[in-house]
């Protein structure tokens, strides 16, 4: 009862105002922050939409957040989310709240405070006044949340994912110099920069020579969810361009725009980011602690015909 008399205030008070700030549409309505932010499986971290100079570490890695019995729960990951932790992820500090106030103690990061301001029934904006910085969360629940949506929506950090992308299929289509290109690599130094070897099937990871360098460009496509458009710019000029699908979190289909050609890659080496350095992951993984967050301001185009 209190979550629909909740929404029936938001319904008519959204006619007039533009955002809800929390100590009035919870606190005084009788609904304590600390049910309502716990009454959400995930809070998804809508990073893209960040604003102010400043930065909370671990938020900046986090693609989720839970905050669940006063223990806070992150989603460093894409790959294997929705499966580490039961869903929720890594422990990973401790919360509380008072007033309109998110109190939290991260284990390597430390204590951070937020204000928090309600936007709609499902979404909030967290301030840290000290730190200059705002970060928007949308509220699921573990089993409606759009796992496809977290995937496209931060795809340049899912093929970061992994050490390298080995291809194993190819399809159709006329050949091309690309046909010689048997791994790819997208780094997590930042989010722009590719790699490309002829390595034969099969070399370890750590032993291969990245044969080329170059630029790429990930966009989005009018009217499409489930689609991206790569392009690769190598540095020795040359450009290929292709529709890019996640089939699942160790897979993706590149297809080639000019050959018409269809190559399957497969993630290598899984590298799990985390809080510290006792977690479990479902899959083999490389440790690292250092990635994080960058906004990403992606162009849309049309659907090529």
């Given at each position: 009862?209190k979550?629909?008399?909740?929404?029936?205030?938001?319904?008519?008070?959204?006619?007039?105002?533009?955002?809800?700030?929390?100590?009035n549409?919870?606190?005084?309505?009788?609904?304590?922050?600390?049910?309502?932010?716990?009454?959400?499986?995930?809070?998804?971290?809508?990073?893209?939409?960040?604003?102010?100079?400043?930065?909370?570490p671990?938020?900046?890695?986090?693609?989720?957040?839970?905050?669940?019995?006063?223990?806070?729960y992150?989603?460093?990951?894409i790959?294997?989310?929705?499966?580490?932790?039961?869903g929720?992820g890594?422990?990973?500090?401790?919360?509380?709240?008072?007033?309109?106030?998110?109190?939290?103690?991260?284990?390597?990061?430390?204590?951070?405070?937020f204000?928090?301001?309600?936007?709609?029934?499902?979404?909030?904006?967290?301030?840290?006044?000290?730190?200059n910085?705002?970060?928007?969360?949308?509220?699921?629940?573990?089993?409606?949340?759009?796992?496809?949506?977290l995937?496209?929506?931060?795809?340049?950090y899912?093929?970061?994912?992994?050490?390298?992308?080995?291809?194993?299929?190819?399809?159709?289509?006329t050949?091309?110099?690309?046909?010689?290109?048997?791994?790819?690599?997208?780094?997590h130094?930042n989010?722009?920069?590719?790699?490309?070897?002829?390595?034969?099937?099969?070399?370890?990871v750590?032993?291969?020579?990245?044969?080329?360098?170059?630029?790429?460009?990930?966009?989005?496509?009018?009217?499409?969810?489930?689609?991206?458009?790569?392009?690769?710019?190598?540095?020795?000029?040359?450009?290929?361009?292709?529709?890019?699908?996640?089939?699942?979190?160790?897979?993706?289909?590149?297809?080639?725009?000019?050959?018409?050609?269809t190559y399957?890659?497969?993630?290598?080496?899984?590298?799990?980011?985390?809080?510290?350095?006792?977690?479990?992951?479902?899959?083999?993984?490389?440790?690292n602690?250092?990635?994080?967050?960058?906004?990403?301001?992606?162009?849309?185009v049309?659907?090529r015909?």
């Open positions: 009862m979550r629909i008399k909740l929404l029936l205030v938001l319904l008519i008070s959204g006619v007039t105002l533009t955002s809800c700030v929390v100590r549409e919870i606190v005084d309505d009788g609904f304590a922050l600390s049910e309502y932010i716990s009454s959400y499986d995930l809070w998804y971290v809508d990073y893209h939409r960040t604003t102010g100079s400043g930065e909370v671990f938020l900046s890695r986090a693609f989720t957040i839970s905050f669940l019995n006063g223990t806070m992150t989603n460093n990951n790959v294997d989310v929705g499966k580490t932790g039961n929720f890594i422990a990973v500090g401790n919360y509380g709240t008072y007033g309109t106030a998110l109190e939290t103690r991260h284990d390597i990061d430390g204590y951070f405070e204000d928090v301001v309600q936007l709609s029934s499902n979404e909030i904006r967290i301030d840290d006044l000290s730190q910085v705002s970060y928007y969360l949308v509220g699921y629940q573990v089993d409606t949340f759009d796992y496809d949506m995937f496209y929506d931060n795809i340049e899912f093929l970061q994912e992994f050490k390298a992308w080995e291809r194993t299929d190819e399809a159709g289509g050949p091309t110099p690309f046909d010689n290109e048997h791994y790819l690599k997208f780094t130094e989010d722009v920069t590719f790699y490309s070897s002829h390595d034969p099937f099969g070399t370890n750590d032993y291969i020579n990245w044969d080329f360098e170059g630029s790429y460009i990930v966009r989005n496509v009018t009217g499409e969810n489930s689609l991206k458009y790569l392009t690769l710019n190598y540095d020795n000029g040359d450009t290929e361009e292709f529709d890019l699908t996640v089939i699942n979190d160790e897979t993706i289909r590149l297809k080639h725009v000019s050959s018409r050609t399957i890659f497969s993630g290598i080496e899984f590298i799990q980011y985390l809080k510290g350095e006792k977690t479990s992951t479902t899959k083999p993984a490389v440790r602690s250092g990635r994080k967050r960058t906004k990403i301001e992606r162009e849309t049309p659907k015909k």
